[in-house]
T-cell receptor, first 115, second 114 residues
Framework: AQKITQTQPGMFVQEKEAVTLDCTYD???????LFWYKQPSSGEMIFLIY??????QNATEGRYSLNFQKARKSANLVISASQLGDSAMYFCAMREGNSGYALNFGKGTSLLVTP | DVKVTQSSRYLVKRTGEKVFLECVQDMDHENMFWYRQDPGLGLRLIYFSYDVKMKEKGDIPEGYSVSREKKERFSLILESASTNQTSMYLC?????????????FGEGSRLTVL
């Protein structure tokens, strides 16, 4: 069964607007971590943001914030004030308590920021 | 700066050939990983290692093996390459314990098997 679900294969957003990329997860563990990575066309995987399952506050890193709704098992990424350089693939990932530090990735969402 | 280096960015091999993909990290990380990335499928874990000479199967280990003789080096081996192993291969490493344990990735190795 898919542990990380990203339902939006592709998204468009206009420059300077905010965009939300959806991610839902499935785990029975109490302790887990949620990650978002960005992969531009160059192929490198760039770590954006992390949320621990016990963190009460939503994680934020600059223009990125993670909207963590534990009861709904969702961990949406919000990008504020989109820039052209935000055009990329975005992957949501989860580390479960017993996974040995490996991450389970979703299939990704392709974001295109238009002028 | 954190660095994960994959030996080859692009490789073209023939069916049946033995293929070695090398990965080196300079961060003294305990954990190392091999993923493959295919369009529409995201990243899938092939193997990982949490210590020298230790290895664990991921979700798709069939057709692959790994070697970790030194802490900084993690090799992925395709004993007999097949066309369905044409893919992008990503190596990553992470630290045990402190922090989020995010994975640091190499630039990827794009393998084409003819």
């Amino acid at each position: 069964a898919q542990k990380i679900t990203q339902t939006q294969p592709g998204m468009f957003v206009q420059e300077k607007e905010a965009v939300t990329l959806d991610c839902t997860y499935d785990t029975s563990d109490q302790s887990y971590g949620l990650f978002w990575y960005k992969q531009p066309s160059s192929g490198e995987m760039i770590f954006l943001i992390y949320q621990g399952s016990y963190d009460e506050q939503n994680a934020t890193e600059g223009r990125y914030s993670l909207n963590f709704q534990k009861a709904r098992k969702s961990a949406n990424l919000v990008i504020s004030a989109s820039q052209l350089g935000d055009s990329a693939m975005y992957f949501c990932a989860m580390r479960e308590g017993n996974s040995g530090y490996a991450l389970n990735f979703g299939k990704g969402t392709s974001l295109l920021v238009t002028p | 700066d954190v660095k994960v280096t994959q030996s080859s960015r692009y490789l073209v091999k023939r069916t049946g050939e033995k293929v070695f993909l090398e990965c080196v990290q300079d961060m003294d990380h305990e954990n190392m990983f091999w993923y493959r990335q295919d369009p529409g499928l995201g990243l899938r874990l092939i193997y990982f290692s949490y210590d020298v000479k230790m290895k664990e199967k991921g979700d798709i280990p069939e057709g692959y093996s790994v070697s970790r003789e030194k802490k900084e080096r993690f090799s992925l081996i395709l004993e007999s390459a097949s066309t369905n192993q044409t893919s992008m291969y990503l190596c990553a490493s992470s630290l045990t314990g402190m922090g989020s344990g995010e994975l640091f990735f190499g630039e990827g190795s794009r393998l084409t098997v003819l």
